[in-house]
C-alpha cells in the first residue's frame, strides 16, 4: 500500500512529538508527562548573566540577602506590638491610614516595619497635632502617631519597660503595670489623715518642656541597646504637624500621646523628683501619677521649705511649678481645726476637702475626704448632653439603656470609688432627659410633665436594673 507524501509527514511529527528520547529534546507531550514526571509549559526565560552581574541595583539585592540586619529585633515582637496597638484603637495619624485599613495588608506592614526597623533606616513621620478640651476649661495638644509609629514604639517600649521598672519607686503610679489611680487616690486618703498639710504640685507644660539631653542621659544610663536609644532620640527629634499642615520642629519635649511618652515622662521625673526627694527629704511622703503629685507634711514651714526646694529642682531640670496653681493646703478636720485660707485640692478626678462623715458608732465628724470634682462632674454632663438617643422617639426605653450604661458603669466604678452619694446629683440630669424623652414619646404623657416623672419612678421601681446609676440611687429630678 503506498503512503502519500502528506500523511508520511505527519507521521513522522507525531513520532517525533511521543518519542523525545531520540531527538535529545523535552517532553512535548502529554503522554509523555508520566515517563518525565513533570511536564514543562509556557515560554523559555533567558538570563543574561554579563547584565546581572554588572547591574548595581540587583547586585546591592544580592547582598542584602546575606548581609545581616545592624540590629537584631525579633519579628514576633512586631506582631506581639502590633496587637496590642490594635486592642488600643485609636485615630489614624497624618497618612489617614486607620487601623482597618492596616489590617487589611498588616503583613507587608509589618514586614517592612521589622525591616526598616532591624536596618536602622525607620524614621518617624511627624506626629499629627490636635487640641482637646481639658477638665478645667481650655484645650490641650495631643499628638497622634501613624498606625506604624505607634507598633514601633510600643516594640521600643516592650524592651525597654522591665528594665526600667524595677528602678521606680512605690509611689509612682502613673501608667505601669499593676498600678492604678485609684491605688494612688486611696494612699492620698490614708496619708492626708496623719500629715496635716499637703503640696499641690502643677509643673507647667511638663510634656513640652522636658529637655532632651537629660531624658537621654537617663535613658542611656539604664540600657546599652543601641537601636533603642536611636529610635527614641528620633521620636523625641520628630516635628509635629498641626491641621494646616503646617510643620513645627522641636528641641525640647515629647508630645502626649505616643506610646512610648508615658514611660520617658515618668523616667525623666523619676531622676528629676522621686529620687531627689528620697535623698534630700526621706521623711517625707508623696504620691505621683505621672506629671500630677502631691507632698505630705507635718507641719506649714516643712511645706514651705519643700515647696521652695522643689522649685529650685525643677529649675535645674529646665521645668517650672506653676505659680497660681501650686499650692499648700490645709487638709481641716474635726481634728485640725487652724485657720488657713486653702483647705482642698484636687488630684486625678477628685477632690479633696473637709465632708462630713459618720463613724461605726454612727456619731458625725468631719473627716478629709475625696469626692468626684467639680471638673469631673462638667465633664460627665457634657457627655450626657451628647448622648442623641435621648432626642429619637421611635426607639425604646431599653435601646437608651443598652447604649449609655456601659459609660455609666465606667463612671460609677472609678468615680463612686470614694464617697459615692456625690455622684447622685450627677445622675439626676439622666433621669431628667429620660423624663423628657417619656414625655414626648407618648401621647398620654404629653403636657404632663408630672407625670412623665412618676413614669420614670415607676419603670425605677418594676425594673431597677435597666439602668447602671439606678443601682446606685433612685430616681431624682431635683
Request: with cysteine; net charge positive.
Amino acid at each position: 500500500m503506498t503512503m502519500s507524501r502528506k500523511n508520511f509527514k505527519r507521521q513522522t511529527r507525531e513520532k517525533e512529538s511521543t518519542d523525545a528520547s531520540y531527538r535529545g529534546g523535552r517532553s512535548r507531550s502529554s503522554d509523555e508527562v508520566a515517563v518525565m514526571e513533570t511536564e514543562r509549559r509556557g515560554p523559555v526565560i533567558r538570563f543574561d548573566t554579563t547584565r546581572q552581574l554588572t547591574e548595581p541595583s540587583i547586585r546591592r539585592n544580592l547582598m542584602n540577602q546575606t548581609k545581616p540586619k545592624p540590629f537584631s529585633i525579633e519579628r514576633k515582637l512586631v506582631m506581639e506590638a502590633y496587637q496590642k496597638v490594635k486592642s488600643n484603637q485609636g485615630s489614624a495619624g497624618i497618612d489617614g491610614l486607620t487601623l482597618k485599613e492596616f489590617e487589611n495588608n498588616y503583613k507587608d506592614h509589618l514586614y517592612k516595619l521589622w525591616n526598616r526597623m532591624s536596618s536602622g533606616s525607620y524614621m518617624p513621620p511627624p506626629v499629627q497635632m490636635v487640641e482637646i478640651p481639658k477638665k478645667g476649661g481650655g484645650k490641650r495638644p495631643l499628638g497622634i502617631p501613624t498606625v506604624s509609629d505607634r507598633i514601633a514604639q510600643t516594640v521600643v517600649k516592650m524592651v525597654l519597660e522591665p528594665v526600667l521598672e524595677p528602678i521606680f519607686q512605690e509611689d509612682s503610679y502613673g501608667y505601669r503595670p499593676g498600678k492604678s489611680a485609684i491605688e494612688a487616690l486611696t494612699m492620698t486618703r490614708k496619708r492626708c489623715w496623719s500629715h496635716a498639710w499637703v503640696i499641690d504640685l502643677d509643673i507647667r507644660n511638663f510634656f513640652d518642656s522636658i529637655p532632651h539631653e537629660l531624658l537621654l542621659k537617663a535613658i542611656k544610663k539604664h540600657t546599652d541597646s543601641k537601636w533603642i536609644v536611636l529610635y527614641i532620640t528620633r521620636w523625641l527629634k520628630a516635628p509635629v504637624q498641626d491641621r494646616e499642615g503646617n510643620l513645627k520642629h522641636r528641641d525640647k519635649g515629647t508630645p502626649q500621646g505616643g506610646v512610648i511618652s508615658p514611660l520617658l515622662a515618668n523616667l525623666f521625673l523619676h531622676y528629676c523628683m522621686d529620687e531627689w526627694l528620697k535623698r534630700n527629704f526621706p521623711q517625707y511622703l508623696f504620691e505621683r501619677y505621672a506629671d500630677d503629685a502631691v507632698i505630705h507634711c507635718i507641719t506649714l514651714s516643712e511645706a514651705k521649705e519643700i515647696k521652695e526646694g522643689i522649685r529650685r529642682r525643677f529649675a535645674e531640670c529646665g521645668l517650672e511649678l506653676h505659680p497660681e496653681k501650686t499650692k499648700i493646703v490645709y487638709c481641716r478636720s474635726s481634728n485640725r481645726t487652724e485657720t488657713y485660707p486653702v483647705v482642698q485640692f484636687d488630684f486625678l478626678g477628685y477632690t479633696f476637702r473637709p465632708r462630713k462623715s459618720m463613724n461605726k458608732q454612727g456619731v458625725v465628724f468631719t473627716g478629709f475626704l475625696p469626692a468626684v470634682s467639680t471638673q469631673s462632674k462638667t465633664m460627665m454632663k457634657a457627655k450626657m448632653r451628647s448622648w442623641n438617643m435621648f432626642a429619637i422617639t421611635n426607639c425604646e426605653v431599653e435601646d437608651i439603656a443598652l447604649e449609655i450604661n456601659k459609660v455609666v458603669r465606667g463612671w460609677m466604678n472609678y468615680y463612686g470609688h470614694f464617697y459615692k452619694t456625690e455622684l447622685k446629683y450627677v445622675f439626676a440630669h439622666i433621669d431628667r432627659r429620660l423624663a423628657i424623652w417619656a414625655h414626648r414619646k407618648f401621647k398620654r404623657l404629653r403636657g404632663r410633665k408630672v407625670r412623665a416623672i412618676r413614669w420614670v419612678e415607676v419603670l425605677a421601681k418594676r425594673e431597677p436594673t435597666l439602668f447602671a446609676h439606678w443601682q446606685l440611687t433612685r430616681p431624682r429630678f431635683g
